[in-house]
């Protein structure tokens, strides 16, 4: 019997990573983002930033 391979985890990379950031500093929300995490934002400032994304994306289209 052949030992079983490990699976290798690979990371995506978000494409919309940097804007996303970009935004929460925007806010002032990058050091609580920094310290604790994106699980740390209400639901409020996910849903604010998503929407300046959405907002920038098509702006730029």
């Known amino acids: 019997m052949k030992p079983k391979k490990a ?4 990371k995506r990379i978000d494409p919309l990573e940097p804007l996303k950031m ?7 929300l990058l050091e ?12 409020k400032d996910a849903g604010r930033i998503g929407g300046l994304m959405t907002q920038r994306r098509r ?3």
């Open 32 to 43: 609580q983002i920094n310290q604790k995490g994106w699980h740390s934002l209400s639901a």
């Open 59 to 61: 702006k730029d289209s």
């Open 7 to 10: 699976k290798v985890k690979v």
């Open 22 to 28: 970009e935004i929460a500093a925007e806010l002032g």
